[in-house]
Structure formats: C-alpha cells, structure tokens
C-alpha cells in the first residue's frame, strides 16, 4: 500500500505544485540555484487535491497532538489552507504575517488571538525553517502556547531541523523530498541520471550552482 508521503508528492508533481528541471535550475528569491520549485498554492485549484490535503492535516492534528484551542496559517502560502484545516475542525482561526501591516493597527497577527490559548500551526512548506519558526515565535510573544506545527511538505534540510530542535517545536509533514524523489523516477517525472543531482542539490543547496535559464522570484 502506497503511504501517505508517496501518495501526496505525486498528486504535487501531477498539479505542478511541486516542478523538477534539473538541467534548467530555478533561482529562489533567496538568490539559492535550485534543481525544485515548489508553489503548493496551486493545490488550492483542484477540490479534490485540496480535500485530500486538509483531511490529511486534520488527521494528523487529531492522531498526534491534543485538540489546539486555536489553528494558525503562516503567511501567504498556509493561510487558505489553514482556514480550510479550522473550519473543518471547528476551530478559531488566526493567521500571521510575515511582518506587521504598515498601517492601521500594525497587526502581525490576524485574528483574535488570547494569551493563554493553545495553538497548532499550519505550515506549506518548510525549507530552512526561519521563516515558520518566526511566525511560531510572533503567537508565543503574544502569550500563546504553540503545541506544534503541520506542513505539507519539507526538503528535509538538516538546518530546519536543527531550528525546530532548538525552538523545541514539533514538527510533522505530509510528505518529504525523499518520497518526492522516489515517485518522481518511478513515474518518470525525472530520469535516472537526475537522481544524483537532486540530492547533491538538498546537501549543499546554498552553494549549490550549475548553469541556470529561469528565474523565479
């Protein structure tokens, strides 16, 4: 029986939430050379992709942490699905910004959001974990607990995790780039000769630099 990270990364790689171009490498806005580009945005298109995935998060929300008084969306990529994770759930939603509005109340948070409460975050996408680990930081500030966070896929950077360890978070993803790599040959995604450069790509992916034709800001 296919498990759950196989099932989800080819449904990512089917919707081009998820795009592989190992010899025409993609530029992050970061300034990092990548073989991968992932916009799991695109999930939100197709209903029966985006039920799969919000029934997965709650699942695995309801199997491994206590009920969260309150679900929170990180900023832009997680807030729709976040939202979809509260209501199917029940729950208060909030979500956080990646920097205070620069008018009006200045929110980082949006939401109402009490000290006290506790809070499971919903996360798109993983990569270094700064980003996520900042907006799990903006709801301890405001005197929320956060038991956890949920995201639909990593790439399993040592650094990431290295950060989720320190800040004493934990983490659980749907799928991962392992899975990914796996269904991606076996489905013909990428070849055999493609295999070597994706995962030299996630053990050095800052200094990571072949030749590069598209630029994705």
């Known amino acids: 029986m296919k498990k759950l990270e196989h099932f989800l990364a ?34 939100l298109s197709y209903p029966s992709v985006r039920t799969f995935i919000k029934t997965e998060l709650c699942r695995t929300i309801m199997e491994n942490f206590e009920t969260p008084d309150v679900i929170a969306g990180v900023a832009t990529g997680a807030i729709a699905q976040g939202a979809l994770v509260a209501d199917m759930m029940g729950l208060p939603y909030i979500y956080v910004r990646s920097s205070p509005k620069d008018h009006g109340l200045e929110n980082l948070i949006e939401g109402n959001l009490v000290p006290g409460q506790k809070v499971l975050v919903i996360e798109d996408l993983v990569s270094t974990g700064k980003s996520s680990l900042k907006a799990a930081e903006a709801i301890r500030m405001a005197g929320a607990e956060v038991i956890g ?22 983490l659980l993803t749907l799928s991962n780039y392992d ?16 295999v070597a450069t994706l995962q030299e790509w996630r053990k050095d992916p800052a200094n990571w630099a072949p030749h590069r034709d598209n630029t994705i800001e």
């Open 149 to 170: 966070m949920v995201a639909m896929f990593t790439y399993g950077f040592p650094v990431a995790e290295k950060c989720f360890n320190e800040a004493g978070i934990r």
């Open 179 to 194: 899975a990914l790599l796996d269904v991606a040959l076996e489905t013909g995604f990428i070849g055999k000769k493609d």
């Open 10 to 43: 080819e449904k990512l790689l089917k919707v081009s939430a998820i795009k592989l171009q190992p010899d025409q490498p993609f530029t992050w806005a970061s300034g990092w050379n990548s073989p991968i580009y992932t916009d799991n945005r695109r999930t």
